[in-house]
């Protein structure tokens, strides 16, 4: 059971009640992380093995994600946050979409924090689609395989392409697994886990992950320099 399912049944409450307080908790974060000066924040809001939950919950999520879109386009638009969204967007009703390409097109030229929302994602396929993208590119230009070639346009093909790599991972709940969650672009991230419920993240959380990465040692396989 996730945070917000586990944040519900302690309060003996509907699932649905702790995905609402899940959207409360992202409009908490996106605020607290432009008050905190941190330049890119991405939130995994539904991903690619999310579709096999119930249908009543997974419809529950999607309004959910049309109300966040509705009401927060405006709102992130005022305060210079720029919003985009990373996953597959077929499987996604139009209405939602059209949500989507509203609050990006808005959006777009804010020089605020970088806001990037995953919906259907995942990062396994990321992944793969990105490889398949730059075997096709490489077959097509007849170009001999060539491991730093071949990574250049792989990378220019994920999702992520024009976003730095995440520097942080936080993982809510007390769950210690990335859940398939940019798999390739967390290759050197710092974890933090707490033991906090999504649905009850604040902004003093967010300041105490980032008071626990900066007082990492980060060396990207190198040696520390005397």
């Known amino acids: 059971m996730d945070g917000n399912g586990r944040w519900a ?13 899940g ?12 008050e905190l000066g941190v330049e890119y ?3 995994f809001g539904f991903s690619t093995e999310n579709w096999s939950r119930p249908a009543e919950e997974v419809n529950e999520l ?11 386009t405006a709102e992130l638009h005022r305060n210079n946050v720029r919003m985009r969204m990373i996953g597959e ?8 979409v059209e949500l989507i390409e509203n609050a990006e097109k808005l959006t777009e030229n804010n020089t605020g924090l970088n806001l ?27 170009l001999t395989p060539d491991v730093d070639l071949m990574e250049e346009h792989f990378c220019a093909n994920l999702t992520t392409a024009d976003m730095p790599d995440p ?4 993982r809510t709940s007390g769950e210690q697994r990335i859940s398939n969650f940019l798999l390739w672009q967390c290759a050197y991230s710092e974890f933090v886990f707490t033991d906090t419920l999504w ?28």
């Not at 049944?9 to 307080?21: F, I, M, N």
């Not at 967007?89 to 939602?96: C, Y």
């Open 116 to 142: 990037t929302i995953a919906l259907n994602y995942g990062g396994r396929r990321d992944i793969m689609l990105a490889a398949a993208k730059t075997a096709q590119y490489m077959n097509e230009k007849g």
């Open 23 to 34: 959207i409360e908790a992202c409009k908490r974060t996106v605020r607290a992380a432009g």
């Open 167 to 170: 520097d942080i991972l936080i």
């Open 199 to 226: 649905p009850d993240f604040k902004k003093v959380d967010l300041e105490e992950a980032i008071g626990e990465f900066a007082s990492r040692d980060r060396r990207f396989g190198a040696i520390k320099t005397m």
């Open 41 to 43: 924040l991405t939130l």
């Open 89 to 96: 967007r077929d499987p996604l009703s139009k209405d939602i």
């Open 62 to 72: 999607m309004r959910l994600l049309r109300m966040y879109l509705r009401s927060e």
């Open 9 to 21: 049944k302690q309060r003996s409450l509907p699932r649905t009640a702790g995905h609402q307080q």
